[in-house]
């Protein structure tokens, strides 16, 4: 057997990690990051790969043991210092796609003017790291894109089967996604999109686990010290760069009874699924208009009590897939997105974040993403489908979802 894990984080300037990505060697980067506070980690002290409709909760299980036997020395105690694990999870049941939760050998974490440096092992003398940027990333070259599973055309009328399905009132929404192949001319270090997209989209969680990577405007759950938190993204618009124009379509957006009925079902599958675990919650009646620099969306920021010991990623798992990504009823659409799509969606629009020893943690909803491995990148983009939705226009809304890995590609 091996012998238990140990931890150790200790408090360091905040200066030291004002740019969390630029610390980034090659070696396995982690990051989760958001307006420059967040975790970046590196190495791989403990890992667990695991498939199928029980990976969340082997996910748990592995992490609860790990944690009851490690030896922990946390002299920050915010949320996220001491033992983490980064995750990423597949979005569907399906065995062939793994799921994975890695503790870095390296965590650095800054919250505010706190910052943190975790040293993991299995030895007991374990000094942090000095903190210095890594050598920069190379630009990614002679990037092509090519198309995924299906063309647009071909993508335009799954999205109109699916409408036909939702009028003849089987189903009343589901998110259909598309994939899109970039091919560059040498191994792409990831460490060079993350650094544009956590640049270009600070008010998004800057992620990259095992080769997912992306900027996701949508968080499906935080526990902090008893306190639940979903932001619910639904209803897009695409912006033009023209600030009176943009704010007209904001307006537009706000009153545009295709995209409230979309958010409404996604904000509903979120308030049911967290409602058993929450001793009081509030749903705001009405959503807000999230400013993205390629679109804007309607977001709900639904916000709880938890009632139970119930940790972040068994939250997750409870509300994966939400009406955000799968649609309503989830089964139905599940099905439907299995049929219609002809891919597989891999560990795209599934959770990704991480937690910590205490079960707190943040998981995103994997979007505007994208899987890097040598020098291929399959993004991805999806839209919430109603009766009401127009194939060409979720054409290019999808083409809009997949701008920010794009341009972060740089081709
Ligand atoms: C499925 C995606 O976006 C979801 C989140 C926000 C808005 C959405 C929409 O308006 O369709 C989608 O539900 C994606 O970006 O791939």
Same mark, same amino acid.
Request: glycine share 10%.
């Given at each position: 057997?091996?012998?238990?894990?140990?931890?150790?984080?200790?408090?360091?300037?905040?200066?030291?990690?004002?740019?969390?990505?630029?610390?980034?060697?090659?070696?396995?980067?982690?990051?989760?990051?958001?307006?420059?506070?967040?975790?970046?980690?590196?190495?791989?002290?403990?890992?667990?790969?695991?498939?199928? =409709?029980?990976?969340?909760? *082997?996910?748990?299980?592995?992490?609860?043991? %790990?944690?009851?036997?490690?030896?922990?020395? *946390?002299?920050?105690?915010?949320?996220?210092?001491?033992?983490?694990?980064?995750?990423?999870?597949?979005?569907? *049941?399906?065995?062939?796609?793994?799921?994975?939760?890695?503790?870095?050998?390296?965590?650095?974490?800054?919250?505010?003017?706190?910052?943190?440096?975790?040293?993991?092992?299995?030895?007991?003398?374990?000094?942090?790291?000095?903190?210095?940027?890594?050598?920069?990333?190379?630009?990614?070259?002679?990037?092509?894109?090519?198309?995924?599973?299906?063309?647009?055309?071909?993508?335009?009328?799954?999205?109109?089967?699916?409408?036909?399905?939702?009028?003849?009132?089987?189903?009343?929404?589901?998110?259909?996604?598309?994939?899109?192949?970039?091919?560059? @001319?040498?191994?792409?270090?990831?460490?060079?999109?993350?650094?544009?997209?956590?640049?270009?989209?600070?008010?998004?969680?800057?992620?990259?686990?095992?080769? %997912?990577?992306?900027?996701?405007?949508? %968080?499906?759950?935080?526990?902090?010290?008893?306190?639940?938190?979903?932001?619910?993204?639904?209803?897009?618009?695409?912006?033009?760069? *023209?600030?009176?124009?943009?704010?007209?379509?904001?307006?537009?957006?706000?009153?545009?009874?295709?995209?409230?009925?979309?958010?409404?079902?996604?904000?509903?599958?979120?308030?049911?699924?967290?409602?058993?675990?929450?001793?009081?919650?509030?749903?705001?009646?009405? =959503?807000?208009?999230?400013?993205?620099?390629?679109?804007?969306?309607?977001?709900?920021?639904?916000?709880?009590?938890?009632?139970?010991?119930?940790?972040?990623?068994?939250?997750?798992?409870?509300?994966? =897939?939400?009406?955000?990504?799968?649609?309503?009823?989830?089964?139905?659409?599940?099905?439907?997105?299995?049929?219609?799509?002809?891919?597989?969606?891999?560990?795209?629009?599934?959770?990704?974040?991480?937690?910590?020893?205490?079960?707190?943690?943040?998981?995103?909803?994997?979007?505007?993403?994208?899987?890097? @491995?040598?020098?291929?990148?399959?993004?991805?983009?999806?839209?919430?489908?109603?009766?009401?939705?127009?194939?060409?226009?979720?054409?290019?809304?999808?083409?809009?979802?997949?701008?920010?890995?794009?341009?972060?590609?740089?081709?």
């Amino acid at each position: 057997m091996q012998s238990a894990l140990v931890a150790r984080t200790v408090a360091v300037p905040a200066e030291a990690a004002a740019d969390l990505i630029s610390l980034l060697p090659t070696d396995a980067p982690l990051s989760w990051v958001r307006r420059g506070e967040g975790l970046v980690g590196w190495g791989s002290a403990a890992s667990i790969r695991t498939t199928g =409709p029980t990976r969340f909760a *082997d996910g748990v299980k592995w992490w609860t043991e %790990l944690v009851g036997h490690a030896d922990v020395t *946390d002299e920050v105690g915010e949320p996220g210092a001491g033992l983490i694990a980064f995750g990423s999870f597949a979005f569907a *049941d399906d065995a062939a796609v793994s799921s994975v939760l890695t503790v870095p050998s390296v965590v650095v974490g800054r919250r505010g003017d706190i910052a943190w440096v975790t040293t993991v092992g299995r030895g007991s003398s374990l000094d942090a790291p000095p903190l210095t940027r890594a050598e920069p990333p190379a630009r990614p070259m002679g990037v092509t894109y090519a198309d995924g599973a299906l063309d647009g055309e071909q993508w335009m009328s799954a999205v109109a089967e699916a409408v036909a399905r939702i009028e003849d009132g089987r189903l009343e929404k589901v998110v259909l996604a598309r994939d899109l192949l970039a091919t560059a @001319s040498e191994t792409v270090d990831v460490r060079w999109p993350l650094a544009q997209l956590a640049s270009s989209y600070p008010m998004c969680w800057t992620f990259h686990v095992d080769g %997912l990577f992306g900027a996701t405007p949508e %968080l499906l759950v935080r526990r902090e010290r008893g306190l639940v938190t979903s932001r619910v993204l639904a209803g897009t618009i695409r912006r033009t760069g *023209d600030e009176t124009r943009d704010a007209e379509l904001a307006g537009a957006l706000s009153r545009s009874s295709k995209d409230l009925e979309e958010h409404e079902y996604a904000v509903r599958s979120v308030a049911d699924a967290l409602e058993p675990h929450c001793s009081s919650m509030n749903v705001p009646e009405a =959503p807000f208009v999230l400013h993205l620099p390629n679109v804007m969306h309607l977001a709900t920021d639904v916000t709880g009590v938890v009632h139970d010991g119930i940790t972040s990623l068994e939250l997750a798992a409870a509300l994966h =897939p939400s009406a955000a990504v799968g649609g309503t009823p989830r089964d139905r659409a599940v099905t439907l997105i299995a049929e219609l799509e002809q891919m597989s969606r891999d560990r795209y629009a599934a959770p990704v974040g991480w937690m910590d020893a205490s079960g707190d943690g943040e998981w995103g909803i994997a979007l505007r993403s994208a899987l890097v @491995s040598g020098p291929t990148v399959r993004l991805f983009a999806g839209c919430g489908v109603v009766g009401s939705s127009d194939p060409a226009s979720e054409l290019a809304e999808s083409q809009a979802k997949l701008v920010p890995v794009r341009d972060a590609l740089g081709g």
